[in-house]
């Protein structure tokens, strides 16, 4: 990711006679002497000869007991390259879990199954299939059978009976003695996913869970290794599983933004499993009610468009707040007391955590932002204070403007914690609660002023917590960011109200309409699977595409929209695009460097004129952590040339000495 790119590899050794003779292989680890450490290494390739001098080699000190498949050593080379990563940094990924720590010797605990799930007595008979289910199990049992790569996309309606296919598909891959990855966003968020392999497979089932320790998440690891578990179960990283024999992978939501991974390499666990699957002639099945209009438009689709209870989606009923003074409209007050007199449940949307957006001083009309971002702080009043959601730093909350003194200060907007508020105030009548879930909510330890961010574990344990109180209580409120609009199956959930569904819309992004239409519709999802439902949808863009297709449940006729958007503005899934962000600590090197890197791109030797890509910036970004950043956007239609094109530029730039202390990172598909 950044300049520093120096342990490049792969590096040579000599295998000593006791290890000769097939013990060691592609995918074997070895501890090997690396300058004055010892480290782990993985073996890429073995050769009879070398072009290091024989007495120069060194032996690897030993080797470890259980390596990774050779096949995922080659996936990780494709990694590398797609991503413009390093190999290196590729194999982290394919490692198990804690690698490098094993190497101190510590001894691996049994694995204790100690994953909050909410696996009920939902009888372990599975139902019987209806005729859509069966078409679907058709296709992907002949597709299976072949034993060929095959990509299918489950285009389900929310409650459609989606999880029932992943289940029957992964049976048939294990009939055949073969193996099955379920993907799923995030193993807190989607426990009833989880529940419901266990509750089928059993023993055969390995979650790969964040809440799980490394020795724990090593012996399922192990326990794939060994064949002992055919199913892996986790979120993008269990793309990695190390299992043999694979026949399916599953990617549950294929829509969801999580598959894509945030640190070097950014890989995108949807393509990674596409590759995979390729590779090892295994059917990979991408499941949404919502998919994106890359898969849509790339992968053969199989429809489901009723809910398997044979009940209506909810009726969506668009309300207009140009106008409205109040966050809350009249109608959807009315809505939310209804529900609370008939002892039902409701979920609330907002899309944005903390009181207020921001706040200013009503005096001078000074604005408090984040002394290291280009960007006004959230209040956050339970906890005292004000907050950088990009970058995490931390104030007091203020009493008065530091730069005028004066007392007057306002408060603009309203995020999820004010929101709980209002509709306590509204609806708590002693015994109607409202729950609150978001990202504040999943740390912890977010309510206090200065303290430590609460380690993602225990955040995990409080969704989790969160999501059970919610479903046990007799009635109530969920209100929260697009962490309740997930695939939550919550039988008594009657209204969903959609607060500032404009939100998403307003995100200077090519999928902003695509995130906004399926928000809205994953939001539906949740509504009227045990009764009637009913979904309201406050917005000030009443007229705008998402917002009328996801009222019409039209997910089809969203996507022909969206498509041909795409091909006329020729955005993926017709170009790929490629992101570089310079950054440095003043403006002027940041953009310097930027148009440096765009300048050679633009001089690059390109085997044919059509290849060239198009280079769109540098165009600057807010400041971040204290570094002022350009971005640079390539859109190419052949992804490989301009993938090492851009290593290329950036490799140039980065070595020049006047482009010292700029950072360089390149993002593949960026989201
Ligand atoms: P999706 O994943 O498509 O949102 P789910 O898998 O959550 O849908 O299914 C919704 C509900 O319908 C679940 O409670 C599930 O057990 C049930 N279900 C699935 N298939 C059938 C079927 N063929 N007959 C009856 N109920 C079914
Ligand atoms: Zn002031
Ligand atoms: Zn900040």
Known sequence: MTTARALRGPFDYRLPEELRGGAVQIGSMLVVPFGRREVL???VGLADSSEVAKEKLLAPLRALELGVPAEMVALAEWIAAEYCSTLARALTLVLPPGATRRLSGRK??????????????????????NDDQRDVLASLQAELDDRAAHARLLHGVTGSGKTEVYLRAAEIALAQGRS???LV???????????????????????????LRPGERYAEWRRLREGDARICVGPRSAVFAPVTQLGLIVVDEEHDASYKHEGDPRYDARDVAAERARRSGAVLLLGSA?????????????????????????????????????????????????VRDARGKAIVLLNRRGWSNFLSCRSCGAVWSCPHCDVALVLHRAGGFLACHHCGHRERAPEHCEACSSMAVARHGAGTERMQHELASVLDDGSFP???????????????????????????????????????APCGVLIGTQMVAKGHDFPDVSLGVVLDADATLRFPDFRAEERTFALIAQLAGRVGRGGEGRVLVQTIAPGSRPIVHAARHDSEGFLTGELERRRALDYPPFSHLI???????????????????????????????????TVLGPASLFRLRGREREALVIKARTRLPAVRAAGDAVERVARAREHQGVNFSVDVDPQ
């Open 41 to 43: 290494g993985v073996v």
């Open 180 to 182: 099955a990855i379920i």
């Open 108 to 129: 691996r605990r049994a694995v204790k199954r100690s994953v909050h799930l909410s696996v009920g007595t939902r009888a372990p008979e599975p139902p019987a299939l």
């Open 290 to 338: 919502t998919p994106r209009a890359e898969s849509e438009h790339r992968v053969v689709a199989s429809l489901l468009p009723r809910r398997a209870d044979g009940r209506p989606l909810p009726v969506v009923e668009v309300l207009d707040m140009r106008g409205e003074t109040h966050g809350l409209h009249p109608l959807s007050a009315q809505a939310l007391e209804r």
């Open 434 to 472: 409202i729950f609150r879930l978001d990202a504040d909510v999943a740390a912890g330890a977010a309510t206090q002023t200065g303290g430590a961010k609460a380690p993602a574990s225990a955040g995990e344990s409080a969704v989790s917590a969160l999501l059970r109180r919610f479903e046990a």
């Open 579 to 613: 992101r570089i962000v310079c950054s440095a600590e003043l403006p002027g090197p940041a953009r310097a460097a930027a148009i440096a890197v765009r300048d050679a791109l633009l001089a690059g030797d390109i085997d044919s004129p059509s290849d060239r890509p």
């Open 185 to 211: 966003p995030e193993i807190a968020l989607t426990p009833q996913t989880v529940g419901r392999f266990i509750e089928r497979f059993g023993d055969t089932v390995a979650v790969l869970h964040s809440q």
